[in-house]
């Protein structure tokens, strides 16, 4: 029987062991209530911060992280936009480089014109088709 999250016997104030914690965070997933999984298991890492299967509860229940990439100033779009336009059968079939419409490099895959690369922050990486 699926104990609800709004049922007392499932969200407790007081665990006595990590394994409690354990035994609530899987019974919150087996009705699907996925926000008081999330909610016991940060309550459980706090008490035990070192405990292994409580760390990956915590880890696969925690909320998503959103990282922004910033994207180079419109110009320079236009710019990379008209080099590619220009540049296309040229360089069909290869992964090009460029910053501000200029060409920095050119590889056949990705992951070699990033090793050619190092450092790629301010690049824009593309396939040209």
Not at 59 to 76: C, F, G, Q, T, W
Request: with cysteine.
């Amino acid at each position: 029987m699926c104990k609800k999250a709004n049922n007392p016997l499932l969200i407790r104030t007081q665990y006595n062991s990590p394994e409690d914690f354990i035994s609530a965070i899987q019974t919150a997933l087996e009705c699907g209530d996925h926000a008081t999984a999330q909610q016991i298991s940060t309550q459980a890492t706090e008490n035990y911060p070192h405990h292994k299967q409580l760390l990956k509860y915590a880890h696969v229940l925690a909320p998503p992280k959103i990282s922004i990439d910033k994207r180079p100033l419109h110009r320079d779009t236009q710019a990379n936009q008209n080099w590619i336009k220009e540049n296309r059968n040229e360089y069909k079939g290869q992964w090009v480089a460029l910053r501000n419409g200029q060409l920095l490099s050119s590889a056949s895959s990705a992951k070699e014109l990033i090793e050619q690369l190092g450092d790629t922050k301010g690049i824009f990486l593309t396939a040209i088709y």
